[in-house]
């Protein structure tokens, strides 16, 4: 049976600070994939492996002086989320994050939301 893990339950830290008003946490990391295709025909005979990229996304209420500072310096961090339900948990560790860039919005009938991307070195599930 699968684990559903509650945003309401989980936390996400950032070099060990909580990010308060946290709205969600998204991320995707993807391996680079190499077809290399015999000669005289259309066919795939092998596939090579490169570089993993890993990209992640902090969704705030309003922003987080922390992670504007984060912005602003250039400075490696490290992104730890614990997602949790019931007695269920999975942590995702980021290495050797930088901050990408920052959108903003602020809608009608709604609070403000800052969006802060970020790229790592690595992701680990466990």
């Known amino acids: 049976m699968p684990q559903v893990f509650t945003a309401f339950a989980s936390e996400a830290r950032v070099n060990g600070t909580v990010v308060e008003g946290l709205q969600s ?3 995707h990391h993807r391996k680079s994939r190499y077809n290399v295709g015999a000669i005289g025909t259309d ?3 092998a596939v ?3 570089m993993r990229v890993v990209l992640g996304s902090l969704r705030v209420a309003s ?3 922390d992670l504007d500072t984060l912005l602003d310096s250039g400075e490696q961090f ?4 614990v997602l949790r339900h019931g ?4 942590t995702v560790t980021f290495d050797g994050c930088v901050m990408d860039e920052k959108s903003f919005v602020l ?3 709604a609070h403000g939301e800052a969006v802060y991307t970020f790229s790592a070195t690595r992701v680990r599930e466990g």
Do not use: P, W
């Not at 490290?78 to 989320?81: C, D, I, K, R």
């Not at 007695?87 to 999975?90: H, I, L, W």
């Open 107 to 109: 809608s009608t009938q």
């Open 25 to 27: 946490i998204e991320y």
């Open 78 to 81: 490290t992104v730890s989320a």
């Open 87 to 90: 007695d269920g948990s999975r």
């Open 48 to 50: 090579y492996f490169g």
């Open 63 to 65: 922003d987080n002086a």
């Open 43 to 45: 066919e795939r005979i």
